[in-house]
C-alpha cells in the first residue's frame, strides 16, 4: 500500500496528468465553454498544462512546495484568464502548505487540497452550488480528508476523489450559473456542464490513473 510519496514521483504524476489533460480533452473544454462562456478555455488549459510541464522537465528542485507554486504562476501566466488565475491560485496555495517538504503523505495531500479549495474560494469569491469548478474540487477534497482519516492508500484516495468529482460535475447540469461570463446566459446555462468542473474532474482522474499505474510499476 502506498502511504507516502516522494517529490520526483509527485512531479512525474503531475507530468504524466498534464500531459494526458492537454492532449486528450481540450476539445470537450472547449466546446462545454462555448455554450455557456467565450470557449478559451481549451486554449488556457493547453497552454497552461504545456507551461507545467516544461517546468516540471527543467527542474532540479525537489521541494514539493517551491515547485506547486511556480507551476501555479507558470499556468496563469501561460495564457491569462479567470480560470488561469483561479488554477494558480490553487496550486500556488497548496504549494504555501508545501512548502520544504519533500515527501507527503495523504494527510498532506489532502491538506494541501483543502488549501487550494480554500484558495479558489478566496480568489473567485464563490461557492459550491453555483455552477463553477468548486463543485466538483469541494467532494473531492472531502474525499480525500475522508480517505486520509481511514489510512486509505493514495491512489485508492484519488480513485475515490475522482469519483466524487464526478458526481459533484453531474448536478452542475441542474444548476443556473452564477459567476463569471456563464451568468449572462441565466437559466439557458441549466442542462449545461460547467467547463471549469470538467476540466477539475479529468486532472483528478488523470493524477488517479498516473498513481495506479506506477503503483503497479512498483
Same mark, same amino acid.
Given at each position: 500500500m502506498q502511504e507516502t510519496i516522494s517529490a520526483p514521483e509527485v512531479f512525474e504524476v503531475l507530468r504524466r496528468s498534464c500531459e494526458e489533460l492537454s492532449e486528450k480533452h481540450i476539445d470537450e473544454f472547449r466546446k462545454?465553454? $462555448? $455554450?455557456?462562456g467565450d470557449g478559451d478555455l481549451?486554449?488556457?488549459v493547453r497552454k497552461g498544462c504545456q507551461a507545467i510541464v516544461h517546468t516540471l522537465r527543467n527542474t532540479g528542485i525537489e521541494d514539493i512546495g517551491v515547485i506547486l507554486s511556480k507551476c501555479g504562476a507558470d499556468f496563469n501566466r501561460a495564457n491569462p484568464s479567470?480560470?488561469?488565475i483561479l488554477a494558480g491560485s490553487a496550486f500556488? +496555495?497548496?504549494? @504555501?502548505? $508545501?512548502n520544504g517538504k519533500t515527501v507527503l503523505d495523504l494527510g498532506d495531500i489532502a491538506k494541501m487540497f483543502r488549501a487550494s479549495l480554500?484558495?479558489?474560494? @478566496? &480568489?473567485? @469569491?464563490a461557492k459550491a452550488g453555483e455552477k463553477t469548478m468548486l463543485d466538483a474540487l469541494e467532494p473531492a477534497v472531502i474525499s480525500l +480528508? &475522508?480517505?486520509a482519516t481511514e489510512s486509505k492508500s493514495i491512489p485508492v484516495a484519488f480513485t475515490e476523489a475522482a469519483s466524487e468529482a464526478a458526481i459533484g460535475l453531474e448536478k452542475t447540469k441542474e444548476m443556473e450559473a452564477k459567476k463569471g461570463r456563464a451568468r449572462a446566459f441565466g437559466n439557458r446555462t441549466i442542462g449545461e456542464q460547467d467547463p471549469g468542473a470538467t476540466v477539475v474532474y479529468y486532472f483528478l482522474k488523470e493524477i488517479a490513473t498516473a498513481l495506479n499505474g506506477q503503483n503497479e510499476k512498483g
Open positions: 462545454l465553454d $462555448a $455554450a455557456i481549451g486554449i488556457t479567470t480560470f488561469g500556488i +496555495e497548496s504549494g @504555501k502548505y $508545501a480554500e484558495g479558489v474560494i @478566496k &480568489r473567485g @469569491k +480528508e &475522508r480517505s
